[in-house]
């Protein structure tokens, strides 16, 4: 049993140190061996098998240990290979989960909350917050953090550009708090053994926020660093496209002038009062002799006047009022729960504001006429801006700055607190 292990040791194809040690040993004793063998047979005369033993001992020396180190190299590279094919399938498994999860999320706020499970991911007793700049893109927010983060763990920059990450477009990492050349907003934290890796979030192609990872102890490893960037790099694209969507939705939706719901978001919405059977009024509003303001001071002043009584007109009217342009200089206000006469009063009460907003002399003086349907006239919503639209004709054709919720009786001004 002995002699079968010594002799597979000799198997060039088996690979470690400890046997090319062996093989070393059993080159020795063979070596002794032959000595013996040699003396007795040289003394009988007989040189050839000692040339024999010397060359075969020349042979294995010089060529299959050599192979067996070779081997072992080889075998070395191949476990490496093994090892970042391994690393490299479960990043992709990671990378295809996360964008799995990202994918189901249909606003930023659920995108940010599966960034920050992700990040929690990515590194061992690590620490990670996502920070992001406002709509104006002067300050930085904390958006989400990854569960347990304390004030320790959180970066207190206050602007994209106090930021070496934002400001760079790429990857800083810092091994200890207490060096030189650590980021200042870095410096204090911790026990001086803390380490920081920040990675910026692009939104649309432009980095307006970081993800700011932390871990005391060890600086993070290269595979974790790889693995925070790709959370960073994806969370930003999911970000990017869901808010270019609510923009999209948003433009479609709304007058680009006055920043109004257009006629179809209108027509949607009604659509939604006529399933819940819920009655409402609706009042169609006009800008007196719009087009002489627009042919005596030009249509930018034009344009102002309809922003100025936008604004007015949201203003004024219930919280849960529904306002819209409808087209021109004509807007549709369509109030649930109300009637025709608490429509007129929210109505008057938008031409008493409408005056004080043009008593600081920036836009010409205007005033505005309307007429007033509800459903217990009738259950189309069509049909019921057209005789709301027929009122305001007669509205204009009583000297106009009023509201009218009958063919032939000029309702009372009423005043009411919104």
Partial sequence: MKWRLDVRRFDPMSGSWPTVVADLVVVVLLAALARAVSDRFVAGGSRWLVFIIAVALLV????????????????????????ALRVQNTRQ????????ALEMAEVEKDALAVTAR?????????????????????????????????AEAACDVATPRGCPAILNGHAREF??????????????RGDGAMAALCVPVSIVGRATGVVHAVRSGQPFTVAER????????????????????RQSQLQASTDPLTGLAN????????????????PYAVGMCDLDLFKAINDTFGHETGDRALRVFARTLRNTVRAGDLVSRHGGEEFVVVMPHADTVLAASILDRVRWELAAALSDGRTPMFTVSA?????????????????????????????RDQVRAAAATKLPLFIIEA
């Fill in 371 to 399: 007429g007033i349907a509800d459903t217990n006239e009738c259950d189309d919503f069509q049909d019921l801006l057209l005789l709301a639209d027929q009122r305001l004709m007669d509205a204009k054709a009583a000297g």
């Fill in 118 to 150: 992700a990040l929690a991911m990515c590194a061992d007793n690590s620490a990670a917050t996502v920070l992001l700049a406002d709509n104006s893109e002067a300050h930085l927010q904390t958006v989400t953090a990854t569960q347990g983060c304390g």
């Fill in 60 to 83: 294995f020396v010089v060529v299959a240990v050599p192979l067996r180190v070779m081997l072992m190299q080889q075998r070395g590279r191949a476990d490496e290979t093994t090892e």
């Fill in 263 to 278: 006629r179809r978001s209108l027509e949607n919405s009604v659509r939604l009062l006529h399933q819940d059977r819920v």
């Fill in 93 to 100: 498994q990671f990378d295809a989960r996360f964008l799995r």
């Fill in 226 to 245: 790889d693995q925070i960037t790709a959370v960073a790099h994806m969370a930003g694209q999911r970000v990017g496209m869901l808010r270019a969507t």
């Fill in 175 to 188: 091994a200890r708090s207490d060096q030189l050349d650590c980021c200042p907003n870095l410096v204090g």
